[in-house]
Nanobody, 119 residues
Framework: QVQLVESGGGLVQAGGSLRLSCAASGSIFRINAMGWYRQAPGKQRELVASSTSGGNTNYADSVKGRYTISRDNAKNTVYLQMNSLKPEDTAVYYC?????????????WGQGTQVTVSS
């Protein structure tokens, strides 16, 4: 059994910062790509940032220069540092990880953490 547990969401004023964390635990053989998605009310879930196991990163255009994804592979944890937050960043943020267990490889999702940016 594999679990992703997120933390760090909350309410912040526009221009502020938040740092999200997502820790993977359980019967993990190897973690491949990890990433963050978000879903705002009435909108589809979208990729915000991703990181390969080798550290290559990718960002949505809307967050480039403001968000930074990083990983601590020893702790099976991925972080999302969010700076210069805007009201349009308000959403539920989900952690995603592609994980090899002993028997298969699949994507896992966290429970989601609310980020609210007030104007």
């Amino acid at each position: 059994q594999v679990q992703l547990v997120e933390s760090g969401g909350g309410l912040v004023q526009a221009g502020g910062s938040l740092r999200l964390s997502c820790a993977a635990s359980g019967s993990i053989f190897r973690i491949n790509a990890m990433g963050w998605y978000r879903q705002a009310p009435g909108k589809q879930r979208e990729l915000v940032a991703s990181s390969t196991s080798g550290g290559n990163t990718n960002y949505a255009d809307s967050v480039k220069g403001r968000y930074t994804i990083s990983r601590d592979n020893a702790k099976n944890t991925v972080y999302l540092q969010m700076n210069s937050l805007k009201p349009e960043d308000t959403a539920v943020y989900y952690c995603n990880a592609n994980i090899n267990t002993l028997f298969y490889t699949r994507d896992y999702w966290g429970q989601g953490t609310q980020v609210t940016v007030s104007s």
